[in-house]
T-cell receptor
Framework: KAGVTQTPRYLIKTRGQQVTLSCSPISGHRSVSWYQQTPGQGLQFLFEYFSETQRNKGNFPGRFSGRQFSNSRSEMNVSTLELGDSALYLC???FGLGGLSTNEKLFFGSGTQLSVL | QKEVEQDPGPLSVPEGAIVSLNCTYSNSAFQYFMWYRQYSRKGPELLMYTYSSGNKEDGRFTAQVDKSSKYISLFIRDSQPSDSATYLCAMSAGGTSYGKLTFGQGTILTVHP
């Protein structure tokens, strides 16, 4: 069974540009979550999508946005890039069905390493 | 103060040692507790998943949760050089906290032959 796939693996951008990252979840998973990982702040939750709807959102500015398609694939967009946006962006997928069973088990991709110059 | 506190280490142990990794937390709403392992330039890999208090064992790994003390632990027995990685604790309140895990800072572990 294929894991979570993120593309591209590496990106270099300059300040003020925008960037789009892509994530394909594990087959059968309908929930996709996005995280930012930096040495200083660690892993921080950005947002979660399920059936093309954002269900949960972290404390990031509006420059960070996302969407999900009908096949559960998701994209994350960052506009007007700042130097501080340099980070590893991780996508995670799960069944997202709620309840007390397996919905909280998140499986992560290898991430997209974004460098902003 | 962070919701989840984890000693960043680094921790260096000889092969075969028992490793103890710990996290404390302040949010009493957390009820799902996880440990992830992250190798350099890779995403976190789920190691252990526990709901509420208690112990869970999987091979060389044992996870413990003490909700009364807001304290979780991961024990690695017979540690191997391949266990060298960053270990992250993560927690969730469940319910409508869809997709949101709160992570510790991670502990860097090196197991030397």
């Amino acid at each position: 069974k294929a894991g979570v796939t993120q593309t591209p693996r590496y990106l270099i951008k300059t300040r003020g540009q925008q960037v789009t990252l892509s994530c394909s979840p594990i087959s059968g998973h309908r929930s996709v979550s996005w995280y930012q990982q930096t040495p200083g702040q660690g892993l921080q939750f950005l947002f979660e999508y399920f059936s093309e709807t954002q269900r949960n959102k972290g404390n990031f500015p509006g420059r960070f946005s996302g969407r999900q398609f009908s096949n559960s694939r998701s994209e994350m967009n960052v506009s007007t890039l700042e130097l501080g946006d340099s980070a590893l962006y991780l996508c995670a997928s799960s069944f997202g069905l709620g309840g007390l069973s397996t919905n909280e088990k998140l499986f992560f991709g290898s991430g997209t390493q974004l460098s902003v110059l | 103060q962070k919701e989840v506190e984890q000693d960043p280490g680094p921790l260096s142990v000889p092969e075969g040692a028992i490793v103890s990794l710990n996290c404390t937390y302040s949010n009493s709403a957390f009820q799902y507790f996880m440990w992830y392992r992250q190798y350099s330039r890779k995403g976190p890999e789920l190691l252990m998943y526990t709901y509420s208090s208690g112990n869970k064992e999987d091979g060389r790994f044992t996870a413990q949760v003490d909700k009364s003390s807001k304290y979780i632990s991961l024990f690695i027995r017979d540690s191997q050089p391949s266990d060298s990685a960053t270990y992250l604790c993560a927690m969730s309140a469940g319910g409508t906290s869809y997709g949101k895990l709160t992570f510790g800072q991670g502990t860097i572990l090196t197991v030397h032959p």
